[in-house]
Protein backbone atom coordinates (compact mmCIF):
# COMPACT_ATOMS: atom_id res chain seq x y z
CA UNK A 1 0.00 0.00 0.00
CA UNK A 2 1.33 3.45 -1.01
CA UNK A 3 1.98 6.11 1.51
CA UNK A 4 -0.20 9.60 0.58
CA UNK A 5 2.27 12.49 0.44
CA UNK A 6 1.07 14.96 2.89
CA UNK A 7 1.15 18.55 0.99
CA UNK A 8 2.71 21.04 2.54
CA UNK A 9 0.25 23.33 1.48
CA UNK A 10 -2.56 20.99 3.05
CA UNK A 11 -1.04 20.50 6.21
CA UNK A 12 0.14 24.54 6.49
CA UNK A 13 -3.65 25.17 5.93
CA UNK A 14 -4.97 22.96 8.59
CA UNK A 15 -2.20 23.59 11.13
CA UNK A 16 -3.73 27.31 11.12
CA UNK A 17 -7.30 25.89 11.11
CA UNK A 18 -6.48 23.91 14.38
CA UNK A 19 -4.57 27.47 15.55
CA UNK A 20 -7.62 29.55 15.13
CA UNK A 21 -10.22 27.54 15.99
CA UNK A 22 -9.57 28.20 19.34
CA UNK A 23 -8.52 32.15 18.74
CA UNK A 24 -4.17 31.33 19.01
CA UNK A 25 -2.17 34.69 18.71
CA UNK A 26 0.37 36.23 16.86
CA UNK A 27 0.61 33.29 14.42
CA UNK A 28 3.40 33.60 11.84
CA UNK A 29 5.17 30.65 9.53
CA UNK A 30 8.77 31.06 9.31
CA UNK A 31 9.57 29.55 5.57
CA UNK A 32 13.03 28.18 6.02
CA UNK A 33 13.43 26.15 2.33
CA UNK A 34 15.99 28.98 1.38
CA UNK A 35 17.96 28.11 4.26
CA UNK A 36 20.65 25.41 4.56
CA UNK A 37 20.81 22.90 6.83
CA UNK A 38 17.68 23.41 8.30
CA UNK A 39 15.46 20.45 9.65
CA UNK A 40 12.45 21.07 8.04
CA UNK A 41 10.66 23.21 5.51
CA UNK A 42 8.84 25.73 7.78
CA UNK A 43 8.19 26.97 11.62
CA UNK A 44 4.63 28.01 12.74
CA UNK A 45 4.89 29.97 15.52
CA UNK A 46 2.01 30.80 17.67
CA UNK A 47 0.87 32.07 21.37
CA UNK A 48 -1.81 31.50 23.94
CA UNK A 49 -2.69 33.49 27.09
CA UNK A 50 -1.94 30.19 29.46
CA UNK A 51 -0.92 26.91 30.12
CA UNK A 52 -4.71 25.92 29.42
CA UNK A 53 -5.40 27.75 25.63
CA UNK A 54 -1.75 26.59 25.07
CA UNK A 55 -3.12 23.05 25.29
CA UNK A 56 -5.85 23.54 23.41
CA UNK A 57 -4.28 24.76 20.54
CA UNK A 58 -1.83 21.84 20.71
CA UNK A 59 -4.50 20.23 20.71
CA UNK A 60 -6.82 21.62 18.11
CA UNK A 61 -3.76 21.25 15.38
CA UNK A 62 -3.96 17.63 16.47
CA UNK A 63 -7.67 17.12 15.75
CA UNK A 64 -7.74 19.17 12.85
CA UNK A 65 -4.94 17.32 11.46
CA UNK A 66 -5.78 13.97 12.32
CA UNK A 67 -9.62 14.81 10.68
CA UNK A 68 -8.39 15.94 7.80
CA UNK A 69 -5.35 14.69 6.08
CA UNK A 70 -5.36 11.58 8.71
CA UNK A 71 -1.92 12.80 9.50
CA UNK A 72 -0.46 12.68 13.38
CA UNK A 73 2.64 14.41 14.91
CA UNK A 74 6.07 12.59 14.39
CA UNK A 75 7.28 13.93 17.90
CA UNK A 76 5.12 16.33 20.35
CA UNK A 77 6.73 17.69 23.83
CA UNK A 78 6.09 19.94 26.18
CA UNK A 79 2.65 19.30 26.90
CA UNK A 80 3.21 18.74 30.74
CA UNK A 81 3.83 22.33 31.50
CA UNK A 82 2.38 23.90 28.18
CA UNK A 83 4.42 27.15 28.61
CA UNK A 84 6.16 26.06 25.16
CA UNK A 85 4.46 22.72 23.52
CA UNK A 86 6.67 22.14 20.21
CA UNK A 87 4.67 19.50 17.01
CA UNK A 88 6.44 17.80 14.90
CA UNK A 89 5.29 16.51 11.58
CA UNK A 90 8.68 16.36 10.10
CA UNK A 91 8.39 19.02 7.00
CA UNK A 92 6.77 21.22 9.44
CA UNK A 93 6.88 22.22 13.15
CA UNK A 94 4.51 23.86 15.01
CA UNK A 95 5.78 26.08 18.14
CA UNK A 96 2.75 26.81 20.93
CA UNK A 97 3.89 29.33 23.53
CA UNK A 98 2.47 30.89 26.25
CA UNK A 99 3.20 34.63 25.44
CA UNK A 100 5.98 35.67 27.80
CA UNK A 101 8.03 32.49 26.83
CA UNK A 102 7.55 33.14 23.09
CA UNK A 103 8.87 36.98 23.53
CA UNK A 104 11.30 35.46 26.02
CA UNK A 105 12.94 33.06 23.35
CA UNK A 106 11.94 34.85 20.49
CA UNK A 107 12.74 32.19 17.77
CA UNK A 108 11.69 34.52 14.99
CA UNK A 109 14.95 36.30 15.72
CA UNK A 110 17.19 33.27 15.81
CA UNK A 111 15.94 32.86 12.28
CA UNK A 112 16.23 35.68 10.53
CA UNK A 113 17.07 34.57 7.15
CA UNK A 114 13.37 33.33 6.53
CA UNK A 115 10.49 34.64 4.76
CA UNK A 116 8.19 35.45 7.43
CA UNK A 117 4.33 35.47 6.51
CA UNK A 118 2.23 36.88 9.77
CA UNK A 119 -1.56 35.53 9.72
CA UNK A 120 -4.00 38.25 10.89
CA UNK A 121 -6.02 37.59 13.92
CA UNK A 122 -9.49 36.66 13.01
CA UNK A 123 -11.46 37.87 15.93
Known sequence: MAVKEINNDELLANIIKGIEDVK???????DLRGI???????FVICNGNSNTQVNAIANSVQKVVS??????PW?????DNAEWILM????????????????????ESLWGDAIITSIENKY
Open 75 to 79: HVEGG
Open 36 to 42: DNTVCDY
Open 24 to 30: GNDIDIL
Open 88 to 107: DYVSIVVHVFQKHIREYYNI
Open 67 to 72: KELKDK
